[in-house]
């Protein structure tokens, strides 16, 4: 029956279906340390069970940009190359981001797997560990521990501690693994890096002029009190403000590398990625770390704000603006690109994947003969359970947070008028 673990019986009559029945998988999370943890250099270059083993990267279908997916699409790229069968699933038929290049493998739900496959759930999906798929192995792809930890009622055990099929789950920076790892004693969580792609941010060919770049969407209402800051003490004479928004990948790069400034307003991020491409595009960074850019964000490419202090912000940015010399700024903006895409560098993150995966098809259970077709509505309403599972006094917060921002909306549209 479509939607649920099939049985022994109607597994048999299903041409390539693995017989068997339902079982349900009970292995612990081993606890490796640094020196046992067996590196993708120190396994044989016989990729052993994987090559048997299909993982699945369960993704939102939206054509909207968001790192996230195209992080998804990457890492499946990543695996193919190495020999390690991956594929990134959508839930609407025939359906593939197109706001990035690729040339990926994407199927579409319903989708027929066994327990000797993967399925990996980002982070913002997490309420599908306990509802998806009963009995096939998962891994939760963390990009923001942030998210992870927001969408789970405060009241009842996280999914990380009650998910029965749960591998691993991997971690975006080291602030992030070590906030993990303090929430979740004893459970398994790996970093893996993302990277920048060195082809499309990087150094323009001239110096760019006086032009300050932001992302509007991060932390609106920040952006604004600071700008609006800058406008009214004159801070801003002969500087062009230029908000990155609705645009492609590309455009996004070629806006970066006509700037000599991003300002960065992100709020409880894994690892931000905007600021990272600015600086691997020539820019100084002023701005959030969202906590888990703390790695990254130190001057003199990257001068870090304290999360909401918007008066110390603007005092940087109009303190920087003021000895902005292009010619100096230019001699070193080579130096904070090399920094910034060594870092973050694409065999770097292949790497990481490679090895995480490796090391994972080591705690593979022995297939029970389970087999599951997941069908559209398994995602969407295990998707939203996870969302929408918090306390009463949660939904209530987050109403009269959403009736406040909407009241400042009205009152400027008034203004404006």
Not at 118 to 142: E, H, Q, R
């Amino acid at each position: 029956m479509p939607g649920q673990a099939l049985t022994r019986d109607q597994t048999d009559r299903r041409p390539g279906c693995q017989p068997g029945a339902r079982t349900q998988l009970a292995w612990h999370w081993p606890i490796l340390s640094r020196t046992e943890e067996v590196t993708s250099r120190a396994l044989p270059v016989s990729l052993g069970s994987l090559a048997n083993v299909t993982l699945f990267y369960v993704s939102p279908s939206t054509n909207s940009p968001w790192g996230g997916i195209r992080v998804m699409y990457r890492h499946v790229d990543i695996l193919n190359k190495a020999g390690i069968p991956a594929s990134v699933v959508h839930d609407i038929p025939n359906f593939r981001c197109d706001w990035f290049e690729n040339s990926t493998k994407v199927v579409s739900l319903p989708l027929q797997v066994t327990d000797a496959d993967v399925l990996v759930i980002p982070d913002v999906m997490n309420g599908l560990l306990t509802s998806l798929a009963p009995g096939i192995p998962k891994v939760c792809l963390i990009q923001g521990a942030f998210i992870a930890l927001s969408r789970s009622d405060p009241l009842h055990d996280h999914a990380f501690s009650t998910a029965k099929d749960l591998l691993g789950c991997t971690a975006i920076s080291q602030q992030n693994l070590e906030l993990l790892e303090y929430a979740f004693p004893g459970k398994r969580f790996r970093r893996i890096h993302l990277s920048i792609d060195p082809n499309m941010f990087h150094l323009p060919e001239k110096h760019p002029g006086k032009r300050i770049v932001y992302m509007p969407r991060k932390l609106s209402r920040d952006s604004r009190m600071v700008l609006n800051i800058l406008r009214s003490r004159g801070s801003l004479a002969g500087w062009e403000i230029v908000p990155i928004d609705h645009m492609s990948q590309s455009e996004v790069a070629e806006t970066l590398r006509s700037a000599s400034l991003f300002l960065s307003f992100c709020h409880h991020e894994g690892c931000p990625v905007p600021p990272l491409e600015a600086l691997a595009s020539g820019c100084s960074v002023i701005g959030y770390n969202g906590f888990g850019g703390r790695e990254y964000f130190e001057p003199p490419g990257a001068v870090p704000i304290p999360a909401g202090d918007v008066l110390s912000f603007a005092a940087e940015v109009e303190r920087w603006a003021q000895n902005f010399d292009a010619d100096e700024h230019w001699l070193t903006a080579q130096q904070r690109s090399e920094k910034a895409l060594a870092s973050y560098s694409p065999e770097r993150e292949a790497d990481d994947v490679v090895s995480f995966w490796r090391n994972i098809s080591l705690e593979m259970p022995k297939s029970q003969g389970t087999t599951y077709i997941i069908k559209r509505h398994d995602v969407v309403e295990g998707s939203w359970r996870g969302i929408f599972r918090k306390s009463a006094s949660d939904l209530r917060a987050g109403m009269r947070e959403m009736a406040t921002e909407a009241a400042t909306t009205v009152r400027l549209w008034k203004l404006r008028a």
